[in-house]
Every structure is written in C-alpha cells, then in structure tokens.
C-alpha cells in the first residue's frame, strides 16, 4: 500500500514554456500532499504544501506565481512550472500523506530540464 | 524551528557487515516524530523506519534498527548484515506532532556504499 505516482518522469522543454507535473496517490486518499526539489547530490527543500480544496502554503523564497499548485481532488495535486527557466531545471518530489503526523510516502520524481 | 544535523556525508561498508549512520537533530518540542528514508540510485524516496518521540523502545524492521536518545536528541541507523541493495542515500528526517506537525525537516544526507 501506499503509492505513489508521478507523472511525466522526465521532460524536456524550452524556456518560456509551461510544464505541468502530476502526483497521484494510487491507494490512498491524502489529505495534503507535499512538492520538494533537489538539486543534485543534495537533500530535498520542501516548496509548498497543499491540502484537497485550499490553496498552497509556500515556503519563503518559492514564487507563488511561478509554481502553481493545485489539490483538486484528496488523489491529485500538480505542479505547474510557469514560463520555465533554465534554472528552474531540477527533480522535483512530491509526497502524499493521510493527514497530520502521518507518515509521509514520496513519489519517484520528476526531471525537469529546461533548455 | 528544527534542524537535522547529519554529520557523514559518506560511508562505506564491505557486504554482510554492520554500519551505524549518525543523525542529530534540535527541537523544543516533546511530540515528535524520527523517520530514516532511503534514496537509491533511482532516486525513489522509501521509508526505512519511524520513530515515536513517546516511545521508548527503538523501532526495528528487519536489518534496520534505530538507536533514539531522546535526551541526547540523537537518532542512529543500524543496518545489519548490509547488503549491496542497500546502497543508496539515507536521510533522517524530523517531523512535528499534533496539528501542526505535518512538514518534514530533512537532513542534509548520508551517501552509503556497500562493497562486495
């Protein structure tokens, strides 16, 4: 139990486009669902935390307008990268969990490369 | 606000032996939870093990055993009999109890090798 899925797992697009990522939980229904990104061969900076039906908490220095966040249903939230630059090329993380002090299950990533 | 202080940024281990990863962490807080996850080379985040701050035996699951002093806010992994599929980075991670208690704080890694 408990997956995970994150859909695309890699793309690739060119600067000044948008890009939308999805994150599903399969077997579950999650309350709030978290986006991290990493940068390589480093841990994972939380960037916002959604709950089903309210809008997103950024952390400080996340571009609200820049990342768009959407919880539209308790097994979807996505991601979406407005105008995309070069330097927004990351993996990005997202996490679903049950609801408070629950545990916290991740899905695989999604690369994102900006050209 | 919490921090998570891991203090090897690599380890290695020849297979089918023992290693212990340090985590430390600061909190003012008495409820709280530990989480060990693992990242292999996939980059798939997989819970290892968790950690009620209220309780005081050490969680276990199979070849992965945690040391919590809660006093001395300290949270060590123990994988025994490694094996080369534990390879992987390893974070240990710090999350609040009660209605605010929801975001995780990561520390900053710790990149295992085991070696045949």
């Known amino acids: 139990g408990a997956v995970v899925s994150q859909h695309p797992s890699r793309v690739i697009c060119k600067s000044g486009t948008s890009v939308k990522i999805e994150c599903r939980s399969l077997d579950f229904q999650a309350t709030t669902m978290f986006w991290y990104r990493q940068f390589p061969k480093k841990s994972l900076m939380l960037m916002a935390t959604?709950?089903?039906?309210?809008?997103?908490?950024?952390e400080q220095g996340v571009e609200k307008d820049k990342f768009l966040i959407n919880h539209a249903s308790l097994t979807l939230s996505t991601l979406t990268v407005t105008s995309a630059h070069p330097e927004d090329s990351s993996f990005y993380i997202c996490?679903?969990?049950?609801?408070?002090?629950?545990?916290?299950?991740f899905g695989p990533g999604t690369r994102l490369t900006v050209l | 606000a919490q921090t998570v202080t891991q203090s090897q940024p690599e380890m290695s281990v020849q297979e089918a032996e023992t290693v212990t990863l340090s985590c430390t962490y600061d909190t003012s807080e008495n409820n709280y939870y530990l989480f060990w996850y693992k990242q292999p080379p996939s980059r798939q985040m997989i819970l290892v093990i968790r950690q009620e701050a209220y309780k005081q035996q050490n969680a276990t699951e199979n070849r992965f055993s945690v040391n919590f002093q809660k006093a001395a806010k300290s949270f060590s992994l123990k994988i025994s009999d490694s094996q080369l599929g534990d390879t992987a980075m390893y974070f240990c991670?710090?999350?609040?109890?009660?209605?605010?208690?929801?975001?995780?704080?990561f520390g900053g890694g710790t990149r295992l090798m085991v070696k045949p």
């Open positions: 996490s679903a969990s049950l609801g408070f002090a629950d545990t916290q299950y």
């Open positions: 991670a710090f999350m609040k109890a009660g209605n605010a208690g929801n975001m995780l704080t």
């Open positions: 959604s709950n089903e039906g309210s809008k997103a908490t950024y």
